[in-house]
Structure formats: structure tokens, C-alpha cells
């Protein structure tokens, strides 16, 4: 599953209402009991796990879905296998589901269970007597809910005046649509038929077997039987849906669709040229064919990220339904990339599916590191390679909270299954996966990876699965090898490799690692130490020691030597072979490893030198790679976070970096100012815009805000970067008065001005408009009937510097005039805004409950993220008051508090740390 990072979609876990009584029933039929009724019979429920009495082996699932209706109903069969003989069966049913009639068929005849409630999202049904242990099969009369634009469960959204009925499962949310085994170990094939109004279209994972008329304007829909499933994959969609053929693709011919809302075919374009390519790679890096029949890949109104089901792919509209005029280098990108994450899931997470959630890496993190190898190869212009490098900075960030997850957390909650959909489970666990590709070699951990997913295909695997086939994977390649250092080599890596990711997979946080170097008598000796990278503001013992893959690059005799060893102590002292006295040594080769280094000073002088060798102009006259410039520069601004690096230093080298030729450095460059706009006292507002104009505006200028004919990918994203700062915390006069005119002529002319200008235009427009601007943006957004395109003028109305207009904007999710999940940016966009960062704080306490019954069942939880651009010790006092015991209620509450709080302490005490020394660089420019 691929989120936003804002808004990550997670299914959340679900309460249950439902119960049977069977005082009055007739024999066979055993009638439903409201929620909050009398009859309720306590009993001992498992906790979190079902337990091993019985286990599905087949399930066959037939559904009447209109969806017109705010309702459904469903029969399910489940052929299970009685493992011990008990009394009472479990099942997982939440509490939108009334059953109507319960059976359970042995071999000895029928029996008719007592149907009770029990905890949350359990059922109980409770025989009298102990079962035959053996094969049976349960069945399960019910009828459940279909609410609009819930995001979970079997439900509805709504495009226009037309209805689609949608699912999302992952991770405890198919027992809204079925009583079932909910967990993934439970991987089975399933047989589902649906009967749909004739006028629409029904898709589920396996391809349509027939169909068939039936009476009341109904047809009866029945799908082929799947692969070995597991509850959250199953997927379901129903509505009047366009079909676009894609062609065949990949080893099997697999043929591929991509489905639109009615009306959209023609925006299916890009998407339907590139999946098939992206299908392809992924086929010739594993060696392994596509793993299922068809490749269906459809479009959710309001949903914003995609999810994996195999056959059946949802991605939001706005990332696969890509109007042809607005083929924009983001909209591309942002399609190939979460295609390619998907797409990589169906054979690590699909094809092998995890056992439990506390080894969601093997889905997550995998996809994510799948993703960027496919996009590397599909579309190397995009420069994957150094954007992997920046998704590794941003991961280290939200790493270093000391409350942040272990990759592979323990689960003891249904909170803790929720908050593994985090940055540390996808873009932590795809560096982590990355910096051991290169310590293994790219060839080594392909072919482990190859191997688990051949030795596991339709089953589930674990952590000790996969490391074991990377490790039999060294072990193996070194019995080949007829050179005895390289089999040595791969012997030590099969005997080191276990411990060593396990070291990353479950301990929370990074390394920090210092380096010294000392030179005498011909020998030079690196000395290292490690700790965990910790921000000013959080308190910590940090016990915690990696194993860590350090590759050091150097001059040496013979040209430039590389050595990679792990570091598996607090200390270490190394001595660097092919060299005497090297001028200078980098400790992260190509920045592929994941930790942070603090070089000692005369170290760091040399590297300083050296970096930005020909003013800036990049690798002609510069000893690092680019990878390595950004590694160097962002480990810079990471120990300015923690006070190992005073700020108008780090804030210097920036000023040097922002002259480099690589977009990425430039980008990394950017962010550092960015960053420190909260810290600038009132009083130098205009030195710290000045310096931004004067550091980057030349660069911007000579780029222009519009696009020229013949531009390559990599000059338009580089003119994004320059633009978004200049014209936003630079306040570039010239800019924003060009943004603002292009913004007005698209106003009156959507096809005037060309998609990826208007991108970057109308948000510095908004960003330092008026209130004659925000009206004209409000009216565009009232009047607009497209999705995507409204999303960018409430975009744009939720980004207002001005806090009046900030407040109108906030208003407007009052008033109601846009659908909640839309509206959202209008709450998030102040919190950008030193102006305006109190105002979601303020907004969310007044409207807490308000906002809580527009939103998705558990999206409070995530309500306390508005106190996140908070920064001082009152405040932070004033937020866990405020939220404790109202976001925390809800699944996922109580972490995300946690964090929130952690962020808002690191904030106070950083500009506690570095506000002088920001000051300081201000005055001397």
C-alpha cells in the first residue's frame, strides 16, 4: 500500500456490535440483537490472535451490492478444518454486520450455533458441546452497511452524480464486509459471486467467469476462484466503470485494463502505455512471472494513495486518471512510482504474504525498495538513484524520535498494527534493504530475494525466512567462486548478515557515527564510535548498538580505494589499507548506508574543501560523488538538529552547495533554509528573504517560472525546486507579481496557461495573495467539476500566509461546501506558515467533535498531527492536555500523540539551541 505521507491511508481497526441471541429463535435461525440491547453474554474472548481451534480452507462469498443502497447483504461459506475439539468457534465480525442465520455442516449432521457477542470485532459461536475435530463447513447469512467515502470496509464514493462501491482491507477491515479469519497467515482460495444492478460493472481479483441476467434489473456476476488469498487482499468494486484495454504484458501474456469513472477513458493514456513496462521489469528481476491471471488497475474518488490487491489495483483518481493536457513531469512520476511500489507487492506481499503484521517490512519495505529499482530502470532521466539518497535523509528524520518504531515491531495491540504503516516501515526499511544490497552486491541479494519468493510462492514467509535465503544465497555463490578471497569474503558476509539486519530490524532509531582519522609512521588508523542519533529535547539512555555496513572511500597509492567492514562495537579503530595518509576519507561511500556521520574537524575541513571544488559546480572539480555531496551536506543540517554543528556554518555550506549543478544537492540545499524560517526573529525576516533571494533567485531567473518546448524532465523538476523557494519564503517581488498574473489568466482560462506551470504558479500566488485572490480561488473551487483541478485550488486556499485569509479558509470545512476528505488541506495548509501555525491547533480544539463525525471512522487519532508545527514548552502542555483522552481514544491515538509531543520538544529546544547562531549568519549577510 502507497500513502501520502500527510494522509496515510491505513484501515483501521474496527469496534463490534453485534449480537445473536437465542432465546427465541427457532431452531434453525438464530435472529440479530441491536447494539446497546440486553442479552449480552460476557465470555473470554482471545486477544489480538485467533486461536488454533479452527482454520479456513476455502472460502466461497456471494454479495448483493447495489450501489444506490446504503446497504448490502452477504452469504459466506467457509470450508474449515477443526483442529481441536472445542465448543465455541471465533470469528472476526465487526459491528456494522447483522447475521441472520448461522450453520456449521459436519459429517455428522448440522448444528445450529448460539451466536454471541464478544469484545470488539469477535464473534463467538458456541456449540454446547465439544466439535469433531476433522473437516466442516460454516455458513453465514448477514446483511452490512455501505457508507459514502469511508475509506474502509466495503463502501461507496460518490463522482458527480454517479455511485461506486469500493473495498479497502488492509489491515483489519475486511470483517466489516464478512465474518472471516482476519488475519493473513490465513491464506486460502476464495470463490466470489456478486449480483449487481445490469447497468454496471463488477470486478473483484480473478477474472469474471459469467454472467447472468437475474429478475429486478439485477445480473449475477460470477468470478473465476482465486490463488491462496489472505482477508485484506480480497478486493470488490461495483459501478459504471469504463474499461480501457492496456494491451498484454510480461511472460504469460498477462492481459491488463485500466478502469476509469464514466466519462474519464480518455485520461487512462499514460497509465495504460507504462504498465505494462513496469510489469515487465519486475518479471526480469525476480526471474518470475506475474503471478495472477489478469491485471486490473482502477480509479477511487478520494482516496490518495493505492493498494496492492492482486488482480485489482486501487489507485486515487487523481494518480492514474491523468487528463492528457495535464501529463505533467509530477503527474507522471507520481504514477510510475506508485505503479511500480504495487506492482512489486504482488510478488512481495501477494505472490508471499507476511505471517503476522510485526513483519509488515516484508510487504512495505521491500515495495518501497522494489519501487525504486523499477523507476531507476524505467526512467533513468529521473535520476532515481540520488532521489533514493533524499528519501533516506527524510527517513533518518522521522527516525530519530525516540518513540519512533523498530521496523519490525512487536505487536501487542491493534494500535500497534495500525501505526506500522508508518515512514520507518516503507522508506526506513527500503534504505536499510538498500544499504545491504551493496554490502551483499546487487547480484547476491537479488537472487536471495528470488529465492524466498520461490520457496514461499502462495504461502506466508517471515523475517528469519528471507534472511535465511540471503544467507544461503552468500553461502552458495561462495562455494561457486574459484577465487579464495571472494569465497572468503561471501562466507564472512553469510556468517555476519543475520545479526547485522537484524540489528537494524529490531532496534529503533539510527547510528551516529564519529570519525577521526590518525596518521603515523606510514600507517593511517580511522577511529570510529557509535551511538544513537538522538535531537536536543528527547531523553534517552540510547543503549541500543548496530551492526553497521561502513564503507569508507579514500585516496590511496594506486588510485581511490574503497573499504566496507562492519562496525559491530561502540568503537572501533581501523587501519586503512593502500594508503599512508589519506587527504581525506569519506565514511558513507555514495551515501548508501544508513547512519549519520560526524567527521572530527580536520576531517571535516577537507571534505568541506573538496565538496564544491569549482564554486559549486559539481563533480568536474569535486572529490565527492553527487550522492555523496548530499549525504555530506544533510548530515550537516542533522547535527545542527542536535546541536553538533552551530547553524550559520551549516547555513554557510549551503550557500556554497546551492550552486551545484545537480538538482538533488540544490533540492537538500533548499531545505535547509526552509527549515529554518521559524527560527528568523521578525526583526530579520527581510535578511533571511534577501539571503534566499540572492542564494538562489539567478539560478531561478535564468530557468524562468515557465517551461520551454524540448526541456528535458530533470530541468522542470529543477525549476520546481528554485521556484517553491524563491517565490515562497524568498518572497521574490517579480515572482510572485508573475505568479499572480499567470494565476488570474488561468483563472479565466484553464487552457492558457500549460499544467506544470500553473502548478507551481498558483501556489506562490496564494501563498502572498489577497483576499480579491482568495475570492476568485473560492469561486473557481465552488464552480469547478473536477477532482484533481479542485484539489489544487483548495490547495492553494488552505496556503495563505495572511492569517484573516487563513481563517476563511478553515471556516470552509465548517460550512461544508466541499467534502471532507477534500477540504483537509485547507487544515494542514496553515501549518507551513510561521504566520499561521497555530491556527489547525486552535481550529481542532474548537471543532474536535465536528470534525470527528465528518471524518472516517478512527481519523480522529490522527487529529493531535495539527500541534505538530507547535514549538515551545507551553505549548507542547497544551496539546497533550487538549488531545489526551480525545484523539487517544481512537486506534493509532496514543502514538501519534506521543509523537507529536516529541516533535513539538525538539522544536522548542532546537530554537533554543540555534536561534543566536541563525541570527548571527542573518547579520553578517
Given at each position: 500500500?502507497?500513502?501520502?505521507?500527510?494522509?496515510?491511508?491505513?484501515?483501521?481497526?474496527v469496534?463490534?456490535?453485534?449480537?445473536?441471541?437465542?432465546?427465541?429463535?427457532?431452531?434453525?435461525?438464530?435472529?440479530?440483537?441491536?447494539?446497546g440491547?440486553?442479552?449480552?453474554?460476557a465470555?473470554?474472548?482471545?486477544?489480538?490472535?485467533?486461536?488454533?481451534?479452527?482454520?479456513?480452507t476455502?472460502?466461497v462469498?456471494?454479495?448483493?451490492?447495489r450501489?444506490?443502497?446504503?446497504s448490502?447483504?452477504?452469504?459466506?461459506?467457509?470450508?474449515?478444518?477443526?483442529?481441536?475439539?472445542?465448543?465455541?468457534?471465533?470469528?472476526?465480525?465487526?459491528?456494522?454486520?447483522?447475521?441472520?442465520?448461522?450453520?456449521?455442516?459436519?459429517?455428522?449432521?448440522?448444528l445450529?450455533?448460539?451466536?454471541e457477542?464478544?469484545?470488539?470485532d469477535?464473534?463467538?459461536?458456541?456449540?454446547?458441546?465439544?466439535?469433531?475435530?476433522?473437516k466442516?463447513t460454516?455458513?453465514l447469512?448477514?446483511?452490512?452497511k455501505?457508507?459514502i467515502?469511508?475509506?474502509?470496509?466495503?463502501?461507496?464514493?460518490?463522482?458527480?452524480?454517479d455511485?461506486?462501491?469500493?473495498?479497502?482491507?488492509?489491515?483489519?477491515?475486511?470483517?466489516?464486509?464478512?465474518p472471516?479469519?482476519?488475519?493473513?497467515?490465513?491464506k486460502?482460495p476464495?470463490q466470489?459471486?456478486?449480483?449487481?444492478?445490469?447497468?454496471?460493472?463488477a470486478?473483484?481479483?480473478?477474472?469474471?467467469?459469467?454472467?447472468?441476467?437475474?429478475?429486478?434489473?439485477?445480473?449475477k456476476?460470477?468470478?473465476?476462484?482465486?490463488?491462496?488469498?489472505?482477508?485484506?487482499?480480497?478486493?470488490?468494486?461495483?459501478?459504471?466503470?469504463?474499461?480501457?484495454d492496456?494491451?498484454k504484458?510480461?511472460?504469460?501474456?498477462?492481459?491488463?485494463?485500466?478502469?476509469?469513472?464514466?466519462?474519464?477513458?480518455?485520461?487512462?493514456?499514460?497509465?495504460?502505455?507504462?504498465?505494462?513496462?513496469?510489469?515487465?521489469?519486475?518479471?526480469?528481476?525476480?526471474g518470475?512471472?506475474?503471478?495472477?491471471?489478469?491485471?486490473d488497475?482502477?480509479?477511487?474518488?478520494?482516496?490518495?494513495g493505492?493498494?496492492?490487491?492482486?488482480?485489482l489495483?486501487?489507485?486515487?483518481?487523481?494518480?492514474?486518471?491523468?487528463?492528457?493536457?495535464?501529463?505533467?513531469?509530477?503527474?507522471?512520476?507520481?504514477?510510475a512510482?506508485?505503479?511500480?511500489?504495487?506492482l512489486?507487492?504482488?510478488?512481495?506481499g501477494?505472490?508471499?504474504?507476511l505471517?503476522?503484521?510485526?513483519?509488515?517490512?516484508?510487504?512495505?519495505?521491500?515495495?518501497?525498495?522494489?519501487?525504486?529499482?523499477?523507476?531507476?530502470r524505467?526512467?533513468?532521466?529521473?535520476r532515481?538513484?540520488?532521489?533514493?539518497?533524499?528519501?533516506?535523509?527524510?527517513?533518518?528524520?522521522?527516525d530519530?524520535?525516540?518513540?519512533?518504531?523498530?521496523?519490525?515491531?512487536?505487536?501487542?495491540?491493534?494500535?500497534?498494527?495500525?501505526?506500522?504503516?508508518d515512514?520507518?516501515t516503507?522508506?526506513?526499511g527500503?534504505?536499510?534493504?538498500?544499504?545491504?544490497?551493496?554490502?551483499?552486491?546487487?547480484?547476491q541479494?537479488?537472487?536471495?530475494?528470488?529465492?524466498?519468493?520461490?520457496?514461499?510462492?502462495?504461502?506466508?514467509?517471515?523475517a528469519?525466512?528471507?534472511?535465511?535465503?540471503?544467507?544461503?544465497e552468500l553461502?552458495e555463490?561462495?562455494?561457486?567462486?574459484?577465487?579464495?578471497?571472494e569465497?572468503?569474503?561471501?562466507?564472512?558476509?553469510?556468517?555476519?548478515?543475520s545479526?547485522?539486519?537484524?540489528s537494524?530490524?529490531?532496534?529503533?532509531?539510527l547510528?551516529?557515527?564519529?570519525?577521526?582519522?590518525?596518521?603515523?609512521?606510514?600507517?593511517a588508523?580511522?577511529?570510529?564510535?557509535?551511538?544513537?542519533?538522538?535531537?536536543?529535547?528527547?531523553?534517552?539512555?540510547?543503549?541500543?548498538?548496530?551492526?553497521?555496513?561502513?564503507?569508507?572511500?579514500y585516496?590511496?597509492?594506486k588510485?581511490?580505494e574503497r573499504?566496507c567492514?562492519?562496525l559491530?562495537?561502540?568503537?572501533a579503530?581501523?587501519t586503512?589499507?593502500?594508503?599512508?595518509?589519506?587527504?581525506?576519507?569519506?565514511?558513507?561511500?555514495d551515501?548508501l548506508?544508513?547512519?549519520?556521520?560526524?567527521?572530527a574537524?580536520?576531517?571535516?575541513?577537507?571534505?568541506?574543501?573538496?565538496?564544491?571544488?569549482?564554486?559549486?559546480?559539481?563533480a568536474?572539480?569535486s572529490v565527492?560523488?553527487?550522492?555523496e555531496?548530499?549525504?555530506?551536506?544533510?548530515?550537516?543540517?542533522?547535527?545542527?538538529?542536535?546541536?553538533?554543528?552551530a547553524?550559520?556554518?551549516?547555513?554557510?555550506?549551503?550557500?556554497?552547495?546551492?550552486?551545484?549543478?545537480?538538482?538533488h544537492?540544490?533540492?537538500t540545499a533548499?531545505?535547509?533554509?526552509?527549515?529554518?524560517?521559524?527560527?528568523?526573529?521578525?526583526?530579520?525576516l527581510?535578511?533571511?528573504?534577501?539571503?534566499i533571494?540572492?542564494t538562489?533567485?539567478?539560478?531561478?531567473?535564468?530557468?524562468?517560472l515557465?517551461?520551454?518546448?524540448?526541456?528535458?524532465d530533470?530541468t522542470?523538476?529543477?525549476?520546481?525546486?528554485?521556484?517553491?523557494?524563491?517565490?515562497?519564503?524568498?518572497?521574490?517581488?517579480?515572482?510572485?507579481?508573475?505568479?499572480?498574473?499567470?494565476?488570474?489568466k488561468?483563472?479565466g482560462?484553464?487552457?492558457?496557461?500549460?499544467?506544470?506551470?500553473?502548478?507551481?504558479?498558483i501556489?506562490?500566488?496564494?501563498e502572498?495573495?489577497?483576499?480579491?485572490?482568495?475570492?476568485?480561488?473560492?469561486?473557481?473551487?465552488?464552480?469547478?467539476?473536477?477532482?484533481s483541478?479542485?484539489?489544487?485550488?483548495?490547495?492553494?486556499?488552505?496556503g495563505f500566509?495572511?492569517?484573516?485569509?487563513?481563517?476563511?479558509?478553515?471556516?470552509?470545512?465548517q460550512?461544508?461546501d466541499?467534502?471532507?476528505?477534500?477540504?483537509?488541506?485547507?487544515?494542514w495548509?496553515?501549518?507551513?506558515?510561521?504566520?499561521?501555525?497555530?491556527?489547525?491547533?486552535?481550529?481542532?480544539?474548537?471543532?474536535?467533535?465536528?470534525?470527528?463525525?465528518?471524518?472516517?471512522?478512527?481519523?480522529?487519532?490522527?487529529?493531535?498531527?495539527?500541534?505538530?508545527?507547535?514549538?515551545?514548552?507551553s505549548?507542547?502542555?497544551e496539546?497533550?492536555?487538549?488531545?489526551?483522552?480525545?484523539?487517544?481514544?481512537?486506534?493509532?491515538?496514543p502514538?501519534?500523540?506521543?509523537?507529536?509531543?516529541e516533535?513539538i520538544n525538539?522544536?522548542?529546544?532546537?530554537?533554543?539551541?540555534?536561534?543566536?547562531?541563525?541570527?548571527?549568519?542573518?547579520?553578517?549577510?
Amino acid at each position: 500500500m502507497k500513502s501520502s505521507l500527510r494522509v496515510l491511508r491505513v484501515a483501521s481497526t474496527v469496534t463490534l456490535a453485534l449480537s445473536l441471541s437465542a432465546q427465541a429463535a427457532p431452531p434453525s435461525v438464530a435472529p440479530s440483537v441491536p447494539a446497546g440491547s440486553a442479552g449480552f453474554v460476557a465470555a473470554p474472548a482471545p486477544f489480538l490472535r485467533l486461536p488454533p481451534t479452527a482454520s479456513p480452507t476455502r472460502y466461497v462469498l456471494d454479495l448483493t451490492v447495489r450501489p444506490s443502497e446504503d446497504s448490502f447483504s452477504g452469504q459466506i461459506d467457509i470450508t474449515v478444518q477443526i483442529a481441536e475439539a472445542k465448543d465455541v468457534l471465533w470469528l472476526h465480525a465487526s459491528r456494522e454486520l447483522t447475521v441472520e442465520k448461522t450453520t456449521l455442516k459436519t459429517t455428522l449432521g448440522e448444528l445450529t450455533p448460539r451466536v454471541e457477542l464478544v469484545g470488539k470485532d469477535l464473534i463467538a459461536l458456541r456449540f454446547g458441546k465439544p466439535l469433531t475435530i476433522g473437516k466442516a463447513t460454516l455458513q453465514l447469512h448477514y446483511k452490512g452497511k455501505l457508507p459514502i467515502a469511508e475509506g474502509s470496509g466495503l463502501y461507496r464514493e460518490r463522482d458527480g452524480k454517479d455511485l461506486y462501491v469500493y473495498s479497502h482491507f488492509e489491515p483489519l477491515d475486511a470483517r466489516r464486509a464478512f465474518p472471516c479469519f482476519d488475519e493473513p497467515s490465513f491464506k486460502v482460495p476464495w470463490q466470489v459471486t456478486m449480483h449487481i444492478p445490469k447497468e454496471h460493472t463488477a470486478l473483484s481479483n480473478a477474472p469474471a467467469e459469467s454472467e447472468h441476467d437475474e429478475p429486478n434489473g439485477m445480473k449475477k456476476v460470477i468470478f473465476k476462484p482465486t490463488l491462496p488469498l489472505p482477508s485484506y487482499l480480497m478486493a470488490f468494486a461495483v459501478g459504471p466503470f469504463a474499461l480501457v484495454d492496456a494491451g498484454k504484458a510480461g511472460k504469460k501474456s498477462t492481459p491488463i485494463r485500466i478502469v476509469t469513472l464514466r466519462g474519464h477513458e480518455q485520461e487512462a493514456g499514460y497509465a495504460a502505455r507504462t504498465s505494462g513496462q513496469l510489469l515487465s521489469l519486475l518479471e526480469d528481476y525476480f526471474g518470475i512471472p506475474y503471478p495472477y491471471e489478469k491485471l486490473d488497475q482502477i480509479a477511487v474518488p478520494g482516496q490518495r494513495g493505492a493498494m496492492e490487491h492482486p488482480g485489482l489495483i486501487t489507485y486515487g483518481q487523481g494518480l492514474i486518471q491523468i487528463r492528457p493536457s495535464e501529463e505533467t513531469v509530477r503527474a507522471r512520476q507520481a504514477f510510475a512510482s506508485v505503479a511500480a511500489h504495487e506492482l512489486g507487492h504482488q510478488w512481495a506481499g501477494n505472490l508471499v504474504t507476511l505471517s503476522f503484521w510485526d513483519d509488515l517490512w516484508l510487504n512495505e519495505s521491500l515495495a518501497t525498495f522494489l519501487e525504486s529499482k523499477i523507476i531507476a530502470r524505467f526512467h533513468p532521466e529521473w535520476r532515481e538513484v540520488q532521489n533514493r539518497v533524499l528519501r533516506r535523509q527524510g527517513a533518518m528524520y522521522a527516525d530519530s524520535l525516540i518513540s519512533a518504531r523498530k521496523i519490525r515491531q512487536a505487536i501487542e495491540s491493534s494500535d500497534d498494527i495500525v501505526n506500522a504503516f508508518d515512514g520507518i516501515t516503507y522508506a526506513k526499511g527500503g534504505s536499510v534493504l538498500e544499504m545491504f544490497e551493496s554490502w551483499m552486491g546487487e547480484k547476491q541479494f537479488a537472487a536471495g530475494l528470488s529465492r524466498y519468493m520461490r520457496e514461499h510462492s502462495h504461502k506466508n514467509g517471515s523475517a528469519g525466512d528471507l534472511l535465511g535465503a540471503f544467507t544461503q544465497e552468500l553461502a552458495e555463490e561462495a562455494a561457486r567462486s574459484k577465487n579464495p578471497t571472494e569465497a572468503e569474503a561471501l562466507r564472512s558476509k553469510s556468517s555476519q548478515l543475520s545479526g547485522a539486519m537484524k540489528s537494524f530490524l529490531d532496534q529503533p532509531g539510527l547510528p551516529l557515527i564519529s570519525a577521526a582519522l590518525s596518521c603515523a609512521k606510514g600507517v593511517a588508523t580511522l577511529s570510529l564510535a557509535q551511538t544513537r542519533y538522538l535531537p536536543m529535547g528527547t531523553v534517552s539512555e540510547a543503549s541500543e548498538v548496530y551492526q553497521v555496513p561502513v564503507c569508507l572511500r579514500y585516496p590511496g597509492v594506486k588510485g581511490v580505494e574503497r573499504f566496507c567492514k562492519i562496525l559491530d562495537g561502540k568503537q572501533a579503530e581501523w587501519t586503512l589499507p593502500q594508503t599512508s595518509c589519506p587527504d581525506y576519507v569519506v565514511v558513507n561511500a555514495d551515501a548508501l548506508g544508513y547512519y549519520r556521520v560526524q567527521y572530527a574537524p580536520p576531517l571535516l575541513k577537507a571534505l568541506k574543501e573538496r565538496a564544491f571544488a569549482t564554486g559549486g559546480k559539481g563533480a568536474s572539480g569535486s572529490v565527492l560523488g553527487e550522492t555523496e555531496r548530499i549525504g555530506l551536506l544533510g548530515d550537516q543540517a542533522a547535527l545542527m538538529r542536535i546541536g553538533r554543528a552551530a547553524a550559520e556554518d551549516v547555513l554557510a555550506l549551503a550557500t556554497v552547495a546551492a550552486q551545484d549543478e545537480s538538482r538533488h544537492v540544490l533540492s537538500t540545499a533548499t531545505g535547509v533554509f526552509a527549515g529554518i524560517e521559524r527560527l528568523v526573529p521578525p526583526a530579520l525576516l527581510p535578511a533571511y528573504r534577501q539571503h534566499i533571494r540572492a542564494t538562489f533567485g539567478s539560478r531561478q531567473k535564468q530557468l524562468g517560472l515557465t517551461g520551454r518546448p524540448q526541456e528535458d524532465d530533470n530541468t522542470r523538476m529543477m525549476r520546481g525546486v528554485l521556484t517553491r523557494l524563491v517565490g515562497g519564503e524568498g518572497a521574490d517581488p517579480a515572482l510572485v507579481a508573475e505568479a499572480t498574473t499567470l494565476t488570474q489568466k488561468w483563472l479565466g482560462n484553464r487552457t492558457s496557461v500549460d499544467a506544470e506551470t500553473a502548478r507551481l504558479a498558483i501556489p506562490i500566488a496564494a501563498e502572498h495573495g489577497d483576499s480579491a485572490l482568495f475570492d476568485a480561488l473560492l469561486k473557481a473551487a465552488k464552480a469547478e467539476p473536477d477532482r484533481s483541478q479542485r484539489g489544487l485550488l483548495l490547495s492553494a486556499l488552505g496556503g495563505f500566509r495572511s492569517p484573516q485569509l487563513a481563517q476563511r479558509g478553515l471556516s470552509l470545512i465548517q460550512q461544508g461546501d466541499f467534502p471532507i476528505h477534500e477540504a483537509m488541506p485547507l487544515l494542514w495548509g496553515p501549518m507551513g506558515n510561521p504566520e499561521t501555525r497555530r491556527l489547525p491547533f486552535e481550529f481542532v480544539k474548537a471543532h474536535f467533535d465536528e470534525l470527528v463525525a465528518k471524518l472516517p471512522k478512527d481519523a480522529g487519532a490522527r487529529l493531535s498531527a495539527m500541534a505538530g508545527s507547535l514549538c515551545s514548552e507551553s505549548e507542547r502542555a497544551e496539546a497533550e492536555s487538549f488531545f489526551t483522552g480525545r484523539s487517544t481514544k481512537y486506534t493509532g491515538g496514543p502514538r501519534i500523540l506521543k509523537q507529536t509531543i516529541e516533535r513539538i520538544n525538539q522544536c522548542a529546544a532546537f530554537h533554543k539551541a540555534q536561534a543566536a547562531s541563525v541570527a548571527a549568519f542573518l547579520q553578517r549577510k
